[in-house]
């Protein structure tokens, strides 16, 4: 089975983002793999250690995204390749999944496409379906539990009602919650692979396609309203003296 | 000249520690507190080579380089003292030792199992009730060949991971007329009739990492469990020190920055006379202190393992890391509890148990005292 898993490089979850200058900017934040990301990962490795075949790790990102594709390797992924171009600075979503589905063509005969449920600093979470529309294959977003047998491959979606089981035949685009399991840390093999690993860069020349036209714009950037917090004791002789100002407060706040 | 860590290094260090941050930091306090090895954290370092730092590849080792095992200690270290100081013995004193000295047949049967995780961990037993910082004259645990086996009598003290472990490596008197090539290492299984293995020591820190007092009587071995060359077993303790003691090192390294950044965090949310106290000079100085020496300990420990990897001569440096680092990490540790005021004292910081933890780190793998022995003897001798 070829397999493919995309992922982003993103800035670290304990990073502080701020607009500015009509810019995202998170500092010097270290930038690492979307953490759900590790998710779709850990799906396709185990895809492939039931079946067979291989993982091909695909970022699109600046030269430094190769750090990312690097952690996936280190977690067992056999290749990586970095779809890099400067047309791309910026891109929406929509143009992200015509350049991933372009890549995936190209990687071919790919029978599973994996992503994380959504990256954690754009936080949208529709280029894995915008994905599959490109590429005319089935969607199976949110993705807990995850079975293929032969061309078929049946789901359980996490969805806020419960589960649903879904099943489609492949070639098919997967996204993984994280229900799903725990994805591994890396190996000391797989470091030592990825830390000698020579990354290909494809452009949009590479792919055959020209950048994509923005749909969505972002006309102005701004921080949300900063909240005044402010921090109150509740004392009391007892417990129970604490629990009735702290319920009085509560209602009194229309928290409840 | 070169201070970069390279690609592997660098992509190692992120690994562990992000694996030491998940699975071995946040239960560090319980471990202290119950006395309970970690071994769910440690049945899951097998695949990122943490169980197998020396073991050669093809004996399902991580065999990697000398500054890469020290930064995977200082990482362990940094998280929890007792789980880092199980870990470094399991590699530095059980292992090394076979992947130094051993057959490949010693290599298959008792370094992979270990080394891969599939197994439990590896120990190595010198100290006895009578015979610590003098090992040449002090040791009286004896094996005698009986037949096709050792016979093994005696009684050795402080043995690291005894009791969750699948062999110790046990110095022992194979001539008994003495002198330096009078002692012997023999690998003994934990299960061998005739060994008993006494409840864990009660001590002052490092208490979720268990220490043994270990008895053999008439314990039998095959003639093959002898690691190495007979009598030689004083001049392979040295060297398994020597590496041993840029563990330590590392260890000691990982404990004073774990410290420092709790010292560092706690400086700007308590304040005092209107201010935060970071914004005290006297607090500024005790943490310009710690950084310092935890900056000049750390590249002392890399130079040392970088030597050691090169195949040169690292005896004086190891001790000197060893010493250097051991002891900065009691005073960093120290310092960090008097930042903390009187909370520094209570169990409900973290500060109390690494200068606990860190107390240990100038005595095992010789003492401070000895290892200043061994760096003058450089300069005197
Ligand atoms: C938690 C813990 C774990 C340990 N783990 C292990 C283990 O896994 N395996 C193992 O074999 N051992 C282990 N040890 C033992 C440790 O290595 C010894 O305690 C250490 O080597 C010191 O030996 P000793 O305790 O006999 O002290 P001694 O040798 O009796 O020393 C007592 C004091 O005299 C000083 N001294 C000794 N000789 C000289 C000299 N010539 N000049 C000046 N001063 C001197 C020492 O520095 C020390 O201050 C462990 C100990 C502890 C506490």
Redesign the interface.
């Known amino acids: 089975m070829k397999i493919v898993a995309c992922i982003k490089q993103v800035p670290d979850s304990a990073a502080k983002v701020v607009a500015q200058d009509g810019q995202v900017s998170w500092g010097d934040a270290p930038l690492v793999i979307n953490p759900w990301d590790e998710f779709a990962v850990e799906a396709a490795l185990q895809q492939k250690e039931a079946h067979g075949g291989e993982v091909i790790a695909v970022s699109m990102g600046g030269e430094s995204a190769k750090e990312a594709l ?1 952690h996936a390797l ?1 977690m067992g992924c056999d290749s990586a390749i970095l779809v890099s171009d400067p047309a791309l600075a910026g891109v929406d979503t929509q143009g992200t999944a015509k350049v991933l589905a372009a890549a995936i063509q190209k990687v071919g005969g790919v029978d599973l496409a994996f992503f994380g449920r959504q990256a954690i600093d754009g936080d949208a979470g529709i280029t894995p379906a915008q994905t599959a529309r490109v590429l005319g294959w089935p969607m199976l977003g949110l993705s807990a539990v995850i079975k293929v047998d032969g061309g078929k491959v049946t789901v359980e979606r996490s969805i806020e009602e419960g589960r649903q089981t879904v099943s489609a035949e492949a070639p098919a685009v997967l996204s993984v919650v994280k229900d799903f399991g725990e994805p ?6 797989g ?2 692979k ?3 690993a020579d990354i290909p860069a494809w452009t949009l020349a590479d792919l055959g396609i020209s950048a994509p036209a923005p749909v969505v714009a972002w006309p102005e950037l701004m921080n949300p309203p900063s909240r005044e917090v402010a921090c109150e004791f509740i004392t009391g002789g007892s417990p129970a003296e604490i629990a009735e100002k702290l319920a009085d407060k509560i209602i009194a706040e229309k928290v409840l | 000249m070169d201070f970069d860590l ?3 290094q ?3 260090q992120k ?1 562990v520690h ?2 030491v941050a998940a699975e071995v930091k946040p239960k560090a306090r319980e471990v202290d507190e119950t006395a309970e090895f970690n071994w769910a954290a440690v049945k ?1 370092m097998g ?3 943490l169980l197998g730092l020396n073991a050669p590849e093809e004996f399902g080792g ?1 065999g ?1 380089d000398a500054v890469s095992a020290a930064i995977a200690i200082e990482e362990l270290g940094w998280g929890c003292g007792s789980t880092a100081l199980a870990i470094a013995a399991h590699n530095g004193l059980g292992s090394a030792p076979i992947a130094r000295f051993g057959s490949e047949a010693q290599k298959k049967k008792f370094l992979e199992p270990v080394a891969t995780g599939r197994g439990k961990l590896a120990a190595l037993a010198l100290t006895e009730p009578g015979a610590g910082s003098d090992l040449q004259g002090g040791v009286t645990t004896k094996a005698v060949k009986d037949g096709d086996e050792w016979a093994i009598n005696g009684t050795k003290m402080w043995c690291t991971n005894a009791s969750i472990a699948d062999y110790i490596i046990t110095l022992v008197r194979t001539d008994p007329a003495g002198g330096s090539h009078s002692l012997s290492m023999v690998i003994v299984p934990t299960d061998a009739p005739g060994l008993h293995i006494a409840p864990a020591e009660k001590k002052m820190g490092l208490k979720g990492s268990p220490t043994h007092a270990v008895t053999y009587d008439n314990v039998r071995v095959p003639l093959e469990n002898l690691l190495g060359e007979e009598g030689r077993g004083l001049h392979q303790t040295l060297t398994t020190l020597d590496g041993g003691r840029i563990s330590i090192g590392a260890l000691s390294v990982g404990l004073a920055q774990a410290a420092f950044e709790a010292a560092v965090d706690y400086s700007h949310q308590r304040a005092t006379f209107g201010k935060p106290i970071a914004h005290h000079q006297a607090i500024q100085w005790m943490i310009a202190e710690a950084a310092m020496n935890i900056e000049v300990a750390r590249t002392m420990v890399h130079k040392a393992a970088w030597l050691k990897e090169q195949g040169r001569p690292f005896t004086r440096e190891a001790a000197i890391a060893k010493t250097f680092a051991t002891e900065m990490a009691e005073t960093v540790c120290r310092n960090a509890i008097q930042i903390h005021g009187g909370y520094g004292y209570s169990r409900e910081y973290p500060v109390e148990r690494i200068y606990r933890d860190a107390r240990l780190m100038t005595i095992g793998e010789g003492t401070s005292e000895v290892n200043r022995i061994v760096i003058a003897r450089h300069y005197l001798d």
Do not use: T
């Open positions: 690097k280190a591994r840390y890396p190996s000391f093999m470091i030592r990825a830390s000698r | 390279n690609g592997e660098r992509m190692w690994a992000d694996f899951k695949p990122l080579g991580a990697v």
